[in-house]
């Protein structure tokens, strides 16, 4: 057989596997021929297009793609049209407004920045049409080849191509009112609930009561179902004791239609001790992936603590991080026990007073610090709107500064001496007693700039051992006077209001976001247990009785739903949590009313404002006075020039 020249050699064709050793091969035949035909299409194909694997992933570049600032890329390839335009409902299908510029190749390409308010230009769902231009001047309306849905009306002999573009990973909300949930006691039964019922049973109820985040615990691997998810043995995998992958993934996509952002509780912090399902002396050592002796354990949590400093357990975690953004599509992060993580004594036996010596010397855990740098670097760098939350107690300065600016590079840290504050008081203060000014400064005491999560109470108050907020101020009466049938009692009249109240109070005031965890929007009465040998293996409270939420049932945590649902509602439509733009003051003090409008230039018609009885309240040059009812809500509407403060009384 004759050697093709320059390929005899080539040790990319296996000569004793080719086709040589056909016998049904005629002599004279080469096939080598196409093996070199092969190898120079190929090497024509890496060199324009720098890999195979880039080009094979034209879908990506073809057809529409929203970019990360929300504008839309148009490109296709027509080599034999004159001109080339894009038409359908976000035009009222004007066949020429929006033409595409033509590139090399026979490529076409058009642009759509996005809108003012951010979103994109063409919405999710919209029908669309090519209008292809000919040499003859003829139009012809036509699908994109890259076009993700098509879809045929019942009365039309053709599909129509509509734009598919769910509102889904990074997009990031303007004012984050986060749902915390476990998917496994997602439900009233006692079991353990299942991906499938939270996507069809819970993700609506988080809908309907306007939050726009869901944070879902316990969701990597984790062997001990009471560790609430924070003992993790697999970190790529997640819990199947809920379902399959395709189930969370189905999950997700769900929540993304519905407008809603989901974040994981990710666990890096430390990780179960288990060897035979876990990490611990992975390869028969005290230190693969942990420090060896007692800095690799946590004193407390009997876990093992990461080794940041090392390269591969850097590897391990970054593309832990990744894998999660990328296969499930999370939108980003709720870091655990970051506390711990910044400080060698983990926080322990520490109480935290706010002094620059507490956050900088010794016990700081610098390898931890640049491990968390680096997470939120790459975290944000790679995907723009990714949230990153940390579970801090400590008050580290600069935590939820950028890391260009020398910070950790956080979103968010929670706001957790507020519900601290709100048990302490309801254990130990009379209705008298309360102090609003160190209920507003607990409220207020937050470092300038960085963004904070607050919260009236989340899953710790809701363990056993402790209560939840509706249990402190309405106990045993929660079992027997809720019902909407009987009159109400004043225990629980007081407790109802003084519940919405509170919560109101720290939506306003406690943060830059707003975190509630699943059930304490209703009051839900029972705390959390998981199965133990404590209590039998039981799943009577390791469950969220939503069934108490049913209209045939009567009872009066309905009313506790439904003011959950307004006061986030009203939130969506006000958006006092990303406001700090106005630059007004608004306080109450010794039943005067003051208002100051520090803005430079801006002035504001009908500034609403929380105020005491109805009325009109005009402006006058001295302080005036009026009665607050106790717990009232009430508003009314003022106009403020640029820096200008004024009192107010009822006309």
């Known amino acids: ?65 929203r970019q990360a600032n929300n504008s839309l890329m148009f490109r296709e390839w027509a080599p034999g049209a004159q001109a080339l335009f894009l038409t359908g409902d976000f035009n009222d299908w004007n066949s020429t407004s929006h033409p595409y510029t033509k590139k090399e190749y026979g490529k076409w390409e058009l642009y759509l920045p996005p809108k003012r308010d ?37 009365d039309s ?16 909300p303007r004012s984050l009112r986060i749902y915390e ?80 952002t989901v974040l994981l509780d990710v666990v890096h ?5 288990n060897t035979a399902d876990g990490l611990n002396k992975f390869d028969g050592t005290d230190s693969c992936f942990f420090h060896s002796g007692p800095r690799g354990h ?39 026990g970051v506390s711990s993580m910044l400080y060698h004594h983990h926080g322990i036996a520490m109480s935290f007073s706010g002094g620059y010596s507490e956050y900088f010397g010794m016990q700081v855990d610098e390898d931890s610090i640049i ?102 101020l309405m106990d045993k009466e929660m079992y027997t006077n809720m019902s909407s049938l009987i009159p109400m009692t004043p225990v629980i009249d007081r407790g109802i209001q003084l519940h919405k109240m509170i919560r109101l109070l720290t939506h306003a005031l406690g943060g830059e976001g707003y975190l509630n965890f699943m059930g304490n929007e209703f009051g839900h009465p029972d705390w959390l247990d998981f199965p133990r040998k404590g209590n039998g293996e039981s799943y009577q409270y390791a469950r969220r009785q ?41 306080f109450e003090r010794a039943n005067v009313m003051f208002v100051f409008n520090f803005h430079p230039s801006n002035s504001y018609s009908d500034y609403r404002i929380a105020a005491g009885p109805n009325g009109k309240y005009p402006s006058l040059p001295r302080g005036i006075f009026f009665c607050l009812p106790p717990f009232s809500i009430v508003h009314t509407h003022l106009s403020l020039s640029p820096a200008h403060s004024a009192s107010f009384t009822p006309s």
């Not at 002999?157 to 990031?172: A, G, M, V």
């Not at 894998?323 to 999370?330: A, T, V």
């Open 1 to 65: 057989m004759e050697q093709v020249q320059g390929l005899g050699q080539d040790q990319g064709l296996e000569q004793d596997q080719g086709l040589e050793q056909d016998q049904g091969l005629e002599q004279g035949e080469n096939p080598c021929y196409l093996y070199q035909l092969f190898t120079e299409r190929l090497s024509k194909l890496e060199e324009a297009e720098g890999s195979f694997d880039d080009f094979t992933r034209s879908y990506m570049s073809y057809g529409v793609q």
């Open 118 to 154: 951010k979103a994109p230009a063409i919405e999710h769902e919209t029908k669309l049409k090519l209008v292809v231009l000919t040499s003859e001047g003829e139009e012809l309306f036509r699908i994109s080849p890259w076009a993700k849905y098509c879809h045929k009306h019942v």
């Open 157 to 172: 002999n053709t599909y129509d191509w509509i734009h598919w573009d769910p509102i889904r990973p990074f997009l990031r």
């Open 181 to 260: 949930a476990h998917v496994g006691i997602a439900s009233p039964a006692e079991e353990i609930a299942t991906y499938t019922n939270f996507t069809l049973n819970v993700l609506p109820k988080i809908k309907d009561l306007g939050y726009n985040c869901v944070q879902l615990m316990a969701i990597m691997e984790h062997a001990y179902y009471g560790s609430f998810g924070y003992q993790v043995t697999n970190f790529f995998a997640a819990s199947s004791r809920f379902g399959t992958p395709e189930d969370l993934k189905r999950l997700v996509d769900t929540a993304h239609s519905l407008g809603i």
């Open 269 to 273: 912090s430390h990780a179960s001790s």
């Open 298 to 336: 946590h004193p407390q949590w009997g876990s093992r603590l990461f080794n940041y400093q090392s390269w591969e357990v850097l590897r391990f975690l970054l593309s832990n991080l990744r894998w999660w953004m990328e296969e499930y599509r999370f939108d980003g992060f709720r870091f655990d």
């Open 371 to 472: 491990h968390l740098m680096l997470s939120n670097h790459i975290l944000h760098t790679l995907y723009p709107d990714c949230i990153t939350i940390a579970e801090d107690v400590s008050g580290m300065p600069g935590l939820c500064k950028p890391v260009k600016n020398g910070g950790l590079g956080f979103d968010y840290r929670l706001n957790m001496a507020v519900p601290d504050k709100w048990i302490q008081i309801l254990k130990e203060l009379k209705d008298e007693e309360w102090d609003m000014g160190n209920i507003v400064y607990t409220l207020t005491n937050r470092r300038k700039g960085e963004g904070s999560i607050g919260y009236a109470e989340s899953h710790d108050q809701a363990l056993v051992g402790d209560k939840s907020l509706a249990f402190w």
């Open 546 to 586: 939503y069934n108490l939420l049913d209209p045939d049932n009567n009872l009066r945590y309905t009313q506790l739903y439904a003011f959950d649902r307004d006061m986030n509602l009203t939130e969506d439509k006000y958006g006092w949590l990303a406001s700090q733009k106005d630059k007004v003051i608004v």
